[in-house]
């Protein structure tokens, strides 16, 4: 028994590659039991400065992306490979492609690009777990989706589409965290408007003409000690 909770408000980066090996896990073995729960937050623990957090009964927690990935391949036989060490390494590279400027993730993709030529999958001659967590962060990242899906870069589109289109729970996964996103942004929306602008000095007093609308004071005037426009 494990459980894997996710900071939902976290860079999927980070936390789109732990959740898909996890799903992965469960595809793999019906008999892997993981609870995922997500939790309305940028860190779980603050201690650890951790988007994750994930726990094997009877194992201490773990909070980075690639050592949950770690405990995942380790506790659960689902999937067993010569290959583990590559794979490790692979997981590993995700780490960049956590930032969203393009100048930092464009070369990883453009290794990966190069890596891909005459390649189906990221590892091997099947998919591993290595595709679903470079899958996972490039996913997770707008700005390296964004190229990916431009076709830019045919191998890495090539195999992106492939490994979506051939595990159709992907889909589902992704949905479950966008969803989360979706429902704390609609109730935020819910809550109407707000009018805290941060204005300084207001200890003086700001004139309104119609509130709560404020009345329109010329910023260098605002700066030079005139709180009041007259009309």
Do not use: C
């Amino acid at each position: 028994m494990a459980a894997l909770n996710i900071a939902s408000k976290a860079n999927q980066a980070i936390t789109l590659p732990a959740l898909l090996v996890a799903e992965y896990a469960r595809e793999a073995d019906p008999n892997v039991k993981i609870v995922i729960e997500f939790k309305d937050v940028e860190v779980l623990d603050s201690s650890e400065k951790g988007e994750l957090r994930f726990a094997m009964t009877g194992k201490p927690p773990v909070f980075a992306s690639s050592q949950v990935i770690r405990e995942l391949l380790q506790g659960f036989p689902f999937w067993q490979d010569h290959s583990e060490d590559l794979v490790y390494e692979w997981i590993a590279r995700t780490q960049g492609f956590v930032s969203t400027d393009f100048r930092s993730v464009e070369g990883p993709l453009l290794e990966l690009d190069s890596h891909l030529t005459l390649r189906s999958y990221v590892v091997g001659y099947t998919v591993t777990p290595a595709d679903f967590a470079v899958w996972g962060a490039i996913r997770g990242n707008k700005v390296a989706y964004a190229a990916v899906k431009k076709g830019v870069m045919l191998n890495v589109s090539r195999w992106f589409t492939f490994v979506e289109e051939t595990h159709l729970w992907i889909a589902s996964a992704v949905q479950s965290l966008n969803a989360h996103a979706q429902e704390r942004r609609a109730n935020k929306s819910k809550e109407g408007a707000s009018y805290d602008i941060a204005l300084p000095d207001t200890d003086k007093g700001v004139v309104t003409r119609f509130p709560p609308e404020p009345s329109y004071v010329p910023k260098r005037a605002y700066e030079a000690g005139q709180r009041e426009l007259i009309l």
